[in-house]
């Protein structure tokens, strides 16, 4: 069984989710964007041995502790699709446009596409690309607990914005109703920010995919 901790993080409010297996306690840790401090404090309170960093796409808010968190605990990045190198090796000129503390470029030890698994402890997530937001997004499921881990794809009533370098509405339509949307409705959906949602809930009502918003 898998242990969700979700931790807001940076002047974004990102939520970095922390995993965990219930039996054997060993975590990973989704989009780890910032207050290292408060990451790590988050592991020990769930006593959690952290396996490994997961990336759903290369901005700023989502992947700024990434290095140093990989550093402090001797274990991998993986993620996300290749697509988001050019926004990985950006990452001076985001600190420097968003304000936020630097964070050095890095190479994940590992990239992931469509189709992909990752196992840690006795949970095995399933990788699927979703560009839209990004070039080389990817999200994370859970089938067991019936989870996804959406990064920025997908919002409570919201999309994920498209107006950055790489950005394409209609690809990004087309990856939530291909890889989300074709999941049981009872699936719950974790957003990089905001509130918790469902399936079924934003496929009944959410505007940027019903077509009322386009």
């Known amino acids: 069984m898998l242990d969700v901790f979700t931790n807001p993080v ?9 995993l965990v297996c219930q039996t054997t306690k060993h975590a990973a840790i989704i989009d780890p964007g910032g207050d290292i401090e408060k990451l790590i404090a988050a592991i020990n309170s769930a006593n959690a041995s952290l396996k490994a ?9 989502h992947v700024g502790a990434a290095k140093q968190l990989a550093e402090t605990y001797d274990v991998d990045i993986v993620g996300p ?9 950006a990452l001076p000129r985001q600190s420097e446009m968003f304000n936020f503390p630097l964070a050095e470029v890095f190479t994940p030890n590992t990239w992931l596409a469509d189709g992909d698994t990752f196992p ?6 399933e990788v699927r ?3 839209g937001h990004t070039p080389g997004h990817v999200i994370f499921i859970e089938h ?5 881990f959406v990064g920025d794809v997908l919002f409570n009533g919201s999309v994920g914005r498209t107006d950055f370098p790489g950005g394409n509405a209609q690809q990004l339509k087309q990856s939530i ?3 989300i949307y074709s999941l049981p409705e009872d699936y719950t959906v ?6 918790t949602t469902t399936v079924g809930h934003e496929k009944r009502t959410n505007p940027f995919t019903s077509g009322r918003f386009g």
């Not at 699709?81 to 090796?89: E, I, R, S, T």
């Not at 974790?190 to 509130?195: A, D, E, F, M, S």
């Open 120 to 125: 840690f402890g006795e949970i095995t997530l």
């Open 190 to 195: 974790y957003p990089g920010h905001g509130p």
């Open 53 to 61: 960093i997961l990336l759903t796409h290369g901005h700023l808010d």
């Open 177 to 179: 109703e291909s890889q």
């Open 144 to 148: 067991d607990s019936k989870r996804i």
């Open 10 to 18: 940076t002047p974004f409010a990102q939520n970095a989710n922390l």
């Open 129 to 131: 690309f979703t560009p």
């Open 81 to 89: 699709h290749l697509g988001d190198k050019f926004w990985l090796d």
